[in-house]
């Protein structure tokens, strides 16, 4: 990869600034998109739309997620990594204004295009990690997963009172916020004109690679789990008697978890070696939390949070694996797009295939059942992808 660096730009005020437009992309990667979970039964109840017809609103930016990550590094070759990650905010933006615009046609057709800058953004910042901050991977993605889920978790607290004072159109609005302060901050990284380096053989031979799927599988199953209870968890918990700014805040409380493992691995990510143990244990806080849920209903403040801890984690764990299984920032725009591409394909179909599960049932147990058995296999994932060593080219895997 090169870079063009202006002379007169102090290199300490270029990181300055390039870490804030990281962070501030970052907080847009979720909560223009879970902030729907908390307002879904207002939605339902203006449009009249089932379970499985609400859940389409989640699944339709996983979609876009699994159908635009093969497209976003060809983009950024073309138009250059910064360009590409300006045009991402600019469709979350204008995503944002489509949604929000009143009708069920432009409610889902502007999930659509916020979901495809969102993919944007997801594929390119572990690349853009990996060109800037090579060795320090572990820590900087803790913190811009913390930014994330920080603002995730503020997006979801606050969409209930907004929905309730200005309506549901004027709160999911408010979100437009989020890019536009960002699209200002990320302005001076255009002087830089980066462009991946083209390396299809290398990209190819990534489908091939058994380390790149289990990395591939452990995101993508994490984020099945992950946004299936994102888009359901306010149902799930006002079926159980909580009223629905409860709810939401509930639901903000566990974006907040899922934030707060990055606190603990930005000062342990640069000594960890094998990551198995964390791997491993943070699934099954997972499945301890989803079989909480089941059983122990009452006690939602435990497992709310817990289930957010541990996704939270996992997905720290999956993104730096997206830079530390690989040698170069081209394997890493390839794992990712790959990582990203099938994860949100096989995540796409949890939110509408729960709900219509749920309105065969007629309650979430066989739902909350079935995640817990996800995350299971999480945990299996997390043991084969966390092995120490790294996928080589085309070659096999280095241990």
Partial sequence: MHATHPSHVRPVHRS????????LIAANLRAPV?????????LQQTFALSAGAAGLMLTLPLLCFALVSPLAARVARSLGLERTLLLALLLIAGGIVLR?????????????????????????????????????????????ALTMGGASALGSVCAVPLAAGLGWAWALASFIALPVVTVLVWLPQLRRDTRPATAPARAASMWRQPLAWQVTFFLGTN?????VVTAWLPSILAANGHSAVEAGNLHGLMQLASALPGLLLVPLGPRMRDHRPVAVSMSAATVLSLIGLIAWPQ????????????????????LAFVGTRVSTPPQAAALSAMAQSVGYLLAAAGPILMGRLHDASGGWTLVLALCAGGAVLMGVLGWLAGRPGRVIGADTQGQ
């Fill in 299 to 318: 006690a939602s403040i435990v497992w709310v949070p817990l289930f957010g801890f541990g996704t939270g984690a996992v997905l720290i764990l999956g």
């Fill in 16 to 23: 300055v600034w390039l870490i804030a437009g990281i962070l």
């Fill in 100 to 144: 929000s615009s009143g009708s069920v046609a432009a409610l889902l057709a502007g999930t659509c295009v916020i979901g495809c800058g969102i993919a944007g953004g997801n594929v390119l910042l572990p690349s853009l990690l990996k060109r800037d901050f090579p060795d320090d991977l572990t820590r900087m993605t803790a913190i811009y």
């Fill in 34 to 42: 879970t902030a729907v979970g908390p307002v879904m039964g207002l």
């Fill in 223 to 227: 984020s099945l789990v992950y946004y």
